[in-house]
């Protein structure tokens, strides 16, 4: 029995700045991140979307009525979470109507939350083939403004609907998986904003990537042409170019081949920037909409890392390709999205709940998407669907 995702979304918030603006506002030559990063356009989270409500409109457009029945699981992987006990998944579950008599539970890994989901929800499927598991990664990336890190902030999710006899890729059981106590990123209790060593955390990341990749070869005899397609988690575009150099030779053709897949594979990523627990799969999701080359059958492996330090590589087997079932809502959706100054952005920036129970009232106006948070009342968390909008 084959077991993977049959169903996938993918929200952003419908504001971006464009890192070329970044850049000169910033005394940088854009080169350095349209070349160097290789990032294009940075999502900037409205105020009123959070890790709840980005997952919800990344959910709502592809769940059935029957769907909602059939989860027995919400698996949520996120490092932006909206409380330090009660778990997003619960929030998540009650807007979108999903059946109550399910587990519910949130995941924290750095970026490596929505893999850890992934990998539990194929091992249950596995053994309740008749029902289905909905596993989200939903994050806001913040480094602080004019900190080295501001490049590679962005944000959004992906949701996934888990299921036996999938529609769109077959997850192979055997993996590879290596952690380690790094401290190469954190995000601490008192901070909205992580803290990073960029340099040694790209480090370790090239360094976990060759050893489970390497042992995912020895494991499986599996060789590097046996991939149509190799993924990674992309908390910029050039981390996956970096990862490429490092098994192979630049002249090689396999290194050419895979090349030209990861191009499709970083397009979405490049035009959002990072998600987090969301990064490897909105690459899955851009893979899969931007290249025409996939086949059937073809098999895809994915690395997946999340600071602190984990590192998973897995792979997966293609069912049924349909590039524009995904391309063309995810292009409709960037293309709306509004402009912002610099200026802007820093205003927006700054605006967030206040740090105590106080209530607060968010003006939702310019939020487009089906599900927004509209602020705090008696030191609930509120959350509204605005019935009337689309996607």
């Known amino acids: ?25 910033r005394n940088v030559d854009p080169n350095k991140y349209l070349i160097g990063i290789g990032q294009k356009k940075q999502a900037v989270i409205n105020p009123t979307q959070d890790a709840v409500t980005m997952a ?10 029957q769907d909602k029945q059939d989860i027995k699981m919400i698996i949520f992987g996120t490092e932006t979470g909206v409380d330090n006990s009660k778990s997003a ?24 939350g929505a893999t850890a989901g992934l990998q539990i929800a194929c091992d249950y499927v596995r053994l309740h083939p008749d029902d289905k598991v909905l596993v989200v990664g939903s994050d806001i990336a913040r480094y602080g403004i004019k900190t080295p890190g501001e490049i590679t902030q962005g944000g959004g999710a ?42 040694y955390s790209n480090e370790i990341y090239l ?70 627990t969301g990064s490897l799969y909105l690459s899955f999701l851009s893979l899969i909409a931007n290249d025409h080359g996939l086949k059937t059958g073809d098999l895809i492996g994915f690395f997946s890392y999340g600071s602190g330090a984990q590192g998973e590589f897995f792979s997966g087997n293609i069912k ?25 952005y820093e205003k927006i920036y700054e605006i967030t709940l206040p740090n105590d129970n106080s209530d607060f009232e968010f003006d939702i106006s310019d939020d487009k998407a089906r599900f927004v948070l509209t602020g705090r009342k008696n030191g609930h968390l509120v959350y509204e669907e605005q019935s009337d909008r689309m996607l």
């Open 207 to 276: 360094q976990f990537f060759q050893k489970t990749y390497h042992e995912y070869l020895q494991q499986t005899g599996k060789k590097i042409d046996d991939f149509a397609a190799l993924l990674f988690h992309l908390p910029f575009t050039k981390m996956g170019i970096k990862g490429l150099k490092s098994i192979l030779d630049e002249d090689s053709d396999e290194y050419k081949r895979l090349l030209e897949h990861f191009e499709n594979a970083r397009n979405f990523n490049a035009n959002v920037g990072n998600l987090y």
């Open 1 to 25: 029995m084959e077991v993977g995702i049959d169903k996938i979304g993918f929200y952003t918030s419908n504001y971006y700045l464009d890192v070329v603006d970044l850049a000169k506002a």
């Open 320 to 344: 049924n390709i349909d590039n524009d079932k995904y391309r063309l809502p995810i292009e409709n959706m960037l293309s709306k999205r509004k402009k912002l100054s610099v200026a802007e």
């Open 158 to 199: 992906v949701s996934m609907l888990v299921t036996a006899n999938p529609e769109i890729i077959a997850i192979n059981e055997t993996s590879t998986f290596y952690s380690e106590d790094i401290m190469d990123f954190w995000r601490p209790i008192y901070s909205r904003n992580a803290l990073v060593d960029g340099h």
């Open 89 to 112: 998944a619960v929030y998540l579950q009650n807007l979108l109507g999903i059946n109550k008599s399910s587990k519910a539970f949130e995941i924290k890994q750095a970026c490596y």
């Open 56 to 65: 919800a409109n990344a959910s709502i457009n592809f769940l059935t009525e």
